[in-house]
C-alpha cells in the first residue's frame, strides 16, 4: 500500500523538512462530475495516500494535513458522520501499512468530541506505528489556530510558567516538530482558515487552482521545485542571506 523504505530516485529533489497541507476541493471535484460528495471524500484518501508516499521518497521529516476542521462541524450531520467513518476505517487500514513502511502516524487536535470508536482507532494507530521513524504524519482533526495557541496559553497557567514563545511552543498540540517550511492548499482558494497559525508564521505559501482528488505526486512535485525558488530570508536581507550562505560575490 505505502512504498518501502528507500532513498528518493530524485536526489536533486529535495523536499523541505516540515511540510502542511490544506486539503480543500473534495466536494467541488464531485460536484464538477456530478457524484455525491462522498465519492469526493473517498477520492481525496487516495490522493492523501499519494501525498504521503512522495512525501516520505522526497525526505520529508513532518508532514501535517488538515484533515477536519473545529469549524466543520457546521456541515450536513450526513457529511460530518461520512468523514468520521472515513476517518475511523482510514485509520485501521493504513496502520499495518504506515508501520512498514517506517511512517509514524499521529493526531492533532481536539479528540473531546470524537465518538468511542474514533478515539479507539485514533489510539490504536498511533500505538501501532510509534516506531516509525521515517517521517512523521500528523493528522489535524477537529482541529483549529486559535484552539491550539489558547489551550498551550492554558496550559503554561496551568504550569505556573510564564507565557513566552518558548514555553507556549512546547505546549502546542504539534510539539517538537518545528515550524512549518511549506504550505500547500489546494482548491484555488488563498487563505489559511485558522491552520498552524503559530507553527506557520514563517512558512511559504503555495495556491494551486487542482482540487485535491487531482493533486498527485507530480503535483507535489511542482510545490516543491516552486519552494526551492524561494529565497527565505526570517527578516534579514537579500545580502545578509546570501552571505550566510557563502554565496558572497557569486
Given amino acids: 500500500m505505502f512504498a518501502a523504505r528507500q532513498d528518493s ?6 523536499a523541505p523538512r516540515n511540510v502542511a497541507v490544506i486539503m480543500d476541493g473534495n466536494g467541488r471535484w464531485a460536484k464538477a462530475r456530478l457524484r455525491p460528495r462522498a465519492e469526493g471524500h473517498r477520492q481525496g484518501v487516495k490522493a492523501l495516500h499519494r ?3 512522495r512525501s516520505a521518497e522526497l525526505g520529508v521529516e513532518v508532514l501535517t494535513v488538515f484533515a477536519f476542521s473545529s469549524e466543520n462541524w457546521k456541515r450536513p450531520a450526513t457529511e460530518v458522520r461520512l468523514l468520521m467513518e472515513l476517518f475511523a476505517q482510514g485509520l485501521a487500514r493504513w496502520e499495518a501499512p504506515l508501520r512498514e513502511a517506517g511512517v509514524r502516524l499521529t493526531v492533532v487536535g481536539d479528540r473531546s468530541a470524537f465518538s468511542d470508536s474514533v478515539v479507539r482507532a485514533i489510539e490504536a494507530c498511533e500505538r501501532g ?4 521513524d521515517r517521517m512523521l504524519l500528523q493528522i489535524a482533526a477537529n482541529y483549529g489556530g486559535r484552539w491550539d495557541v489558547c489551550q498551550a496559553a492554558r496550559r503554561c497557567a496551568e504550569a505556573d510558567e510564564a507565557v513566552t514563545p518558548e514555553n507556549l511552543e512546547k505546549y502546542l498540540a504539534t510539539a517538537g516538530t518545528g515550524e512549518v517550511d511549506l504550505l500547500i492548499r489546494t482548491g484555488g482558494e488563498q487563505r489559511v482558515s485558522n491552520f498552524l497559525l503559530w507553527q506557520m508564521a514563517y512558512a511559504e505559501i503555495y495556491f494551486t487552482e487542482t482540487l485535491w482528488p487531482d493533486f498527485n505526486e507530480a503535483s507535489f512535485d511542482e510545490a516543491v521545485r516552486w519552494y526551492q525558488g524561494r529565497e527565505r530570508r526570517f527578516g534579514m536581507t537579500s545580502e545578509q542571506v546570501r552571505a550566510a550562505s557563502g554565496l558572497t560575490g557569486l
Fill in 9 to 14: 530516485a530524485d536526489s536533486l529533489l529535495r
Fill in 51 to 53: 501525498l504521503v508516499e
Fill in 129 to 132: 506505528t510509534a516506531g516509525g
